[in-house]
């Protein structure tokens, strides 16, 4: 998998907000967001595909909103109200599937992760 680049991610207090962004290598993939915190199985957050459908845990409806810039071969992740459960490494994954499958099972390119602390 080839390496992707969030930025944003750090720690803020309950309720308060955070903006990630994620480079990608181009606009026509299926990309999203997915988060682990430590002993956990990832879990996949937001994304979105190249029809604009997208898909969300229902841990974050309502509160996260996942948006691409095409121009700039940019996604983005708008994360309002944020809880103390969203405390997670967040990582951005680009692929070739649609937004219902989550991407598809493989994820063809995948970041690093950006670490985000909510604090009560």
């Known amino acids: 998998q080839a390496p992707l680049m969030e930025s944003g991610g750090g720690s803020v207090q309950a309720g308060g907000s955070l903006r990630l962004s994620c480079v990608v290598p181009?606009?026509?993939?299926?990309m999203g967001w997915f988060r682990q915190a430590p002993g956990k199985g990832r879990e996949g957050v937001a994304v979105?595909?190249?029809?604009?459908?997208?898909n969300y845990a229902d841990s974050v409806k309502g509160r996260f909103t996942v948006s691409r810039d095409n121009a700039k071969n940019t996604l983005y992740l708008q994360m309002d109200r944020l809880e103390i459960d969203d405390t997670s490494t967040y990582h951005c994954?680009?692929?070739?599937?649609?937004?219902?499958?989550?991407?598809?099972?493989?994820?063809?390119?995948w970041g690093q992760g950006t670490r985000v602390t909510v604090s009560s």
């Open positions: 979105i595909d190249t029809d604009g459908a997208t």
């Open positions: 994954a680009a692929s070739y599937g649609y937004a219902a499958s989550w991407c598809g099972e493989y994820l063809e390119y």
């Open positions: 181009r606009h026509n993939f299926c």
